[in-house]
């Protein structure tokens, strides 16, 4: 069973441009939600999408967006790139059943996407 | 709000002894689960173990285990047998509420560094 795939793996971007991140969820899997993990702030939820619409969402600007697709495939942008945004974007992907026995709500990552903002 | 508190920035032990890694965590929420997982460098996020908050036994998984302390809202990480390949970042993390009511957000700590040394 393929993992949580999220490209591109690395990237280098300057101020002010915006950037899409996308992650391809377990197969099976309907809830993909986004982290950042920054060595100051930590790890740190940005959002959460199930069945192609926004169930949760972080404390972070209008300037990160999202959005989820009809085969719970996941784009992340944040536009207007500033130095802080500099961090490891990590995907997460979970089954979400509401019942059931074994749901634990367990998350399961992908490698992340490492940017780096000049 | 929900908060994870882990003390350890960094913890050291020698190859096959037992290593505990310290979580404490406060929430309102009756229902609530407790995650850990492993951050190797490479920085996938692995899940190593779960207790819910309704749990009556501890959690075990291989050389895992949880001491779960309901009454001190504590969750420590027991490895035993410690292995060199279990160097990485450790993480504790909780969801509020029960598995896919609530989404799959997770509030994490800030993390423990362990070496295991040969």
């Known amino acids: 069973k393929a993992g949580v795939t999220q490209t591109p793996r690395y990237l280098i971007k300057t101020r002010g441009q915006q950037v899409t991140l996308s992650c391809s969820p377990i197969s099976g899997h309907r809830s993909v939600s986004w982290y950042q993990q920054t060595p100051g702030q930590g790890l740190q939820f940005l959002f959460e999408?199930?069945?192609?619409?926004?169930?949760n969402k972080g404390n972070f600007p209008g300037r990160f967006s999202g959005r989820q697709f009809s085969n719970s495939r996941s784009e992340m942008n944040v536009s207007t790139l500033e130095l802080g945004d500099s961090a490891l974007y990590l995907c997460?992907?979970?089954?979400?059943?509401?019942?059931?026995?074994?749901?634990?709500?367990?998350?399961?990552f992908g490698e992340g996407s490492r940017l780096t903002v000049l | 709000a929900q908060k994870i508190t882990q003390t350890q920035p960094g913890m050291f032990v020698q190859e096959k002894e037992a290593v505990t890694l310290d979580c404490t965590y406060d929430t309102s929420d009756q229902s609530y689960g407790l995650f850990w997982y492993k951050q190797p460098s490479s920085g996938e996020m692995i899940f190593l173990i779960y207790q819910g908050s309704y749990d009556e036994q501890n959690a075990t998984e291989g050389r895992y285990s949880l001491n779960f302390q309901k009454a001190r809202k504590s969750a420590n990480l027991v490895i035993s047998a410690s292995q060199l390949g279990d160097s990485a970042m450790y993480f504790c993390a909780m969801r509020e509420g029960p598995p896919g009511t609530s989404g799959s957000r997770l509030t994490f700590g800030e993390g423990t560094q362990l070496t295991v040394n040969p």
């Open positions: 999408y199930f069945s192609e619409t926004q169930r």
């Open positions: 997460a992907s979970s089954i979400s059943r509401d019942r059931g026995l074994g749901n634990t709500g367990e998350l399961f």
